[in-house]
């Protein structure tokens, strides 16, 4: 107390020094820094030091004004601040110190990264190197082996005075076999001996070197593989006579192998190639790429060295590869490592060669109609535009469809499946997302009147998939959020900024499946996300562009596995619905629910639709019902009921009017009211689409697929003429020639037949148990030929106006399934291809393989469906990376081939197509491989269906 008089008494009299005065001013400014410094450890500090310290400070400062004159200015500032001020300072060092080193240890730790990261890619490259050097040995290895065999016994064409004959032509088989044409091992590219057929085990051991030699000579052959023929006998035989009669030239019989073999050392290139094969060893790309395992000959399975050589085969591919031999008039070319010999017709041998281009036709596909939609997994992909038209999607096509008028446009931008969609607030632009394939996954803002593309956004910032897109709505449609569905990441775009747009921002939107992602109506920076046990909140600061995020609050006994739609109310409350069929209102401004109306479904809610009115509509994924509410979320009493094969209602949009758009998980779109009973105006299939079959007499057409149902269509109305259910998995279908008659081939062997009009069933029948992949009538209606999963060609003949089928063989011999076949005009023959693109010509009466090349050689085909034939040798691509052939299908009036391949693209040429560099052009429209094309019987109009992506495509020619 006396300490403290003092100092007020100095504080106030006039004999203090300056000196003095200034220094405690000073001393009293750092104590208050310092005190507001160490606020924190201050008050933290023990209470018992507190304690000790004030008695010091009492005792010394008492002391001190018994002995000087001014003990308060030296007192105060002292003792507490210089221990709390040491103390943080060696506290501050050590931290720093500590970080310093952590830094440097972070420092060091990224460049070891770096550098191993480097050494990784040192020595991925080192290994690909030595793979090469590997193999290249490898190769001289084998050639040295090869070289050094004892060589095969050889037969030779001479006449008894020594005089060599000139060789005969090569008899063909109707079964190629890929050692066919094989060239053998030679020192110079002129000295050149013929292998014989018969050659020992050791010779077909060591003739594994035949898939790097050059393939510009065809003098040396394999085994030709003929599946009713024994395995040839390992002892050379007498050879057959030449073949010089009118009969022309025929394969060798089962028991006499007759391979003309030359003698000749110096005999003429016999071969023309579009390309000139002199590299002894592969490319790294035609070493690496196997696409489709061979499954070989039925020759080489006898052989006990055949898979051996199978393995060791050569993987050419394509019409690259193409060489032709005038004195034969077969072309021979490659795909996926099988020989595949094609034979020229007559008409052709004289003028035929491979430098000829084949010009692209003049006519042209035009999209003409889409049957089908996508409601099975989209959600919010209908809506209804200003022009009256409503948009969808299905496959890689945007449909706008103009119901009372009764046409079709479309936007054909996207290349894969595309997955949703949003109209912006000027109801004239529009956002779809695809996923990804030939193209990364992107969204595309396009012009819906022009159908002009305006904007690519995202090509490379997304993985797998666009999931959920959405335009702002309060600032005028400026924004588009966006959800990848691998990541889960949500990002907002300034879409309108350049041709690709910018990116915002991105974040993580959740761990968990994002069902729909949408800008509040009324504040411009709000976005709301639902999904699996989720609803969240988005902020968009409009300074630093982050987003930030607030999580829906659930009552404990609500919360539901997913939040499956959502919706905005006039006021601006949130409405969602749920898998418990419940509906939740979250007031405006709120992240906790307001208001819940439980079990207005039973099961899942798939779609709320807000009205012009503000009224409510809910749409049921279980019980497909559709119920109303009135804007203070009251039921008003209507409700309507869909029959069950329509499905579930997927999604709920405003129409005409009164009129309301349904879309269904049945790929099905309905328009009506509940005055009224909704109308079915689109129809599709729900799974994988197979058949396809057009009417010969009708201009009609039938699809059907793995959902079970035949749909008989309508190509002048657009419309289903009629459906039914077949009871199973449907994989083929045809008419008959006169069109009377439908047959369907199933998946587990059955075939049924049926009449075209009443839909009366006239017999099922059974062949094996595997899937019937190819129903054909030959021409006269006379027989009916099968193709089936189990490698078999069924043929019947056709008795009773179709009510009789009578089974005259199987056609054994491809070793793999049967995937096309044609008959031919007389309805005597039938040339085939299996999904290893063999091809193999049979007697349809016998039921046996064909081998007279003279007579296969101007036989007239009365279709062109099979994709390995002379008339459509140049639909396959060059090299081994040009998709795979799936379909293929000519004109009835001979002037038009169309493909279809695995990468959905449909490809127009002039028919025949015979020259291996043929031009075409090429549409875009299907997600999936494209599993058949067909034209109609005025050939005006060319059909595909996409397998997975469920749809038709009708095109016109222009």
């Known amino acids: 107390m006396e300490a403290t008089m003092e100092v007020h008494e100095l504080g106030n009299g006039n004999d203090i020094p300056d000196g003095i005065i200034c220094q405690t001013a000073d001393d009293n400014a750092n104590l208050n820094l310092d005190d ?49 001020t040491a103390s943080m300072s060696a506290s501050d060092d050590m931290i720093e110190n500590e970080n310093e080193m952590l830094r440097d240890r972070v420092s060091d730790l990224e460049k070891r990264v770096h550098d191993q990261n480097d050494e990784i890619t040192c020595l991925r490259a080192t290994l690909a190197d030595c793979l090469r050097r590997i193999n290249g040995l490898e190769l001289n290895k084998s050639h040295v082996q090869v070289s050094n065999l004892q060589q095969p016994r050889m037969r030779r064409d001479v006449t008894d005075g020594g005089m060599q004959k000139t060789p005969t032509r090569r008899p063909m088989s109707g079964t190629y076999s890929s050692q066919d044409f094989n060239g053998s091992p030679r020192t110079t590219h002129e000295a050149v001996n013929r292998r014989a057929s018969y050659a020992s085990n050791r010779d077909k051991l060591g003739s594994k070197t035949n898939l790097y030699q050059s393939t510009s000579s065809l003098h040396t052959d394999g085994q030709s593989s003929n599946s009713m023929s024994p395995a040839p006998s390992p002892s050379p035989t007498t050879p057959g006579p030449r073949h010089v009669s009118p ?70 591919h394509g019409t690259k590869d193409a060489q032709y031999s005038p004195e034969d008039g077969i072309v021979r070319m490659y795909l996926r490592g099988r020989t595949v010999n094609l034979i020229c017709p007559s008409s052709q041998l004289d003028t035929y060669s491979l430098a000829k281009v084949n010009p692209a036709p003049h006519h042209k596909l035009k999209l003409e109609w889409v049957y089908g939609y996508r409601g099975r997994d989209a959600r919010a992909n209908l809506h209804l535009l200003p022009t009256g038209e ?281 328009t009506g009211n509940f005055d009224l009973n909704f109308q079915e105006i689109m129809v599709g299939h729900v799974s994988d689409v197979w058949a396809l079959a057009s009417s010969p007499s009708q201009p009609q057409f039938i699809s059907a697929g793995h959902d079970r149902m035949i749909h008989l269509w309508d190509i002048l109305t657009h419309s289903v003429v009629w459906s039914n259910d077949v009871g199973e998995q449907a994989q083929s279908a045809c008419f008959s020639p006169d069109g009377e008659v439908i047959v369907i081939g199933t998946v587990t062997g059955k075939w049924v037949v049926l009449d075209a009009t009443t839909r009366e069933v006239f017999g099922v029948h059974q062949d094996g148990s595997e899937p019937v992949h190819v129903a054909k009538f030959s021409p006269d209606g006379s027989l009916l030929a099968l193709g089936s999963r189990d490698n078999a060609i069924y043929t019947y003949q056709v008795k009773d106006n179709y009510r009789k089928f009578s089974r005259l063989g ?137 397998g997975k992506d469920t749809a038709i495509l009708q095109w016109s020619l222009h």
Not at 284 to 298: D, E, F, K, V, W
Not at 886 to 911: C, F, H, P, Q, W
Request: net charge neutral; proline share 4%; with cysteine.
């Open 36 to 84: 507001n410094d160490n606020m924190n450890e201050a008050a933290s500090e023990d209470s018992g030091m507190s304690s000790v310290d004030n008695q010091n400070l009492g005792a010394e400062g008492v002391g001190l004004s018994a002995g000087h004159s001014h003990p308060g200015l030296l007192v105060m500032p002292t003792s507490p601040v210089s221990v709390t």
């Open 247 to 316: 009969g022309g030239h025929r394969l060798a019989q089962p028991h006499t192998p007759t391979r003309p073999m030359s003698a000749s050392m110096g005999l003429h290139k016999k071969w023309s190639s579009t390309s000139d094969f002199r590299d002894l060893s592969p490319g790294p790309n035609q070493m690496s790429i196997n696409r489709r395992p061979n499954a070989g000959s039925l020759a080489s399975l006898r052989s006990p060295f055949g898979s051996q050589q199978n393995l060791n085969r050569h993987l050419r």
């Open 390 to 670: 409503m948009t969808y999607f299905v496959a890689a096509v945007v449909v706008l469809y103009n119901v009372e008028e009764q046409t079709q446009r479309h936007y054909l931008g996207h290349t894969q499946d595309i997955k949703c969609m949003s109209v912006h607030p000027n109801k004239l632009l529009i956002a779809s997302g695809q996923a990804a394939g030939l193209d990364r996954p992107h969204i595309r803002i396009w012009n819906s009147v022009s159908l002009q593309t305006l904007h690519v956004l995202g090509m490379g910032d997304f993985e797998r998939a666009i999931c959920c897109i959405s335009f702002s709505k309060a600032d005028g449609g400026n924004l588009l959020v966006v959800v990848d569905e691998t990541e889960h990441n949500i990002s907002v775009w300034d879409w309108s900024r350049g041709e690709k747009g910018h990116k915002i921002t991105e974040t993580k939107c959740s761990t968990e499946t994002v069902v729909a992602a949408e800008f509040h109506p009324l504040e411009g920076r709000t976005i709301v996300t639902v999904g699996k046990g989720f609803v969240n909140f988005w902020q968009l600061d409009p300074t630093s562009f982050t987003l930030s995020r607030k999580t829906g609050i659930f009552d404990q006994r609500d919360k539901p596995k997913y939040v499956t739609c959502l919706a905005f109310s006039f006021t601006g409350d949130v409405i969602t619905g749920d898998s418990n069929g419940n509906v939740f209102i979250w007031g405006r401004g709120y992240n906790a629910v307001t208001k819940v109306m439980r079990k207005v479904h039973d099961g899942p809610i798939f779609s709320i639709c807000v009205l012009k009115d503000g009224s409510i509509i809910t749409g049921g994924g279980k019980d497909s019902r559709i119920v109303k509410f009135d804007t203070m979320y009251r039921k008003t009493g209507l409700e309507a009921q869909l029959p069950d094969h329509l499905g579930s209602i997927r999604t709920l949009s405003q129409g005409k009017g009164s009129q309301l758009l349904l879309g269904t998980t049945k790929n099905s779109i309905l």
């Open 810 to 946: 199987r056609c054994m011999g491809h070793s793999s399934f049967v995937t096309h076949l044609d008959w031919s005009i007389d309805s005597q023959f039938i040339q085939s291809n299996s999904a290893e693109n063999e091809l193999m010509y049979w007697s349809a009466a016998v039921c046996r393989p064909v081998r007279d090349i003279d007579i296969l050689r101007d036989i007239e085909w009365a279709t062109s469906d099979c994709v390995v034939s002379w008339t459509s040798l140049g639909i396959w691509g060059e090299t081994l990376e040009s998709p795979d052939v799936v379909t293929a299908s000519g004109s009835r009036n001979k002037e038009l081939l169309a493909s279809g391949d695995n990468s959905g693209r449909i490809r127009l040429y002039s028919y025949p197509v015979t020259q291996p560099k043929s031009l075409c052009h090429t549409y875009t429209g299907h997600s999936s491989q494209v599993t058949k094309v067909t034209w109609m019987a005025d050939s005006t109009r060319l059909l595909s269906v996409g």
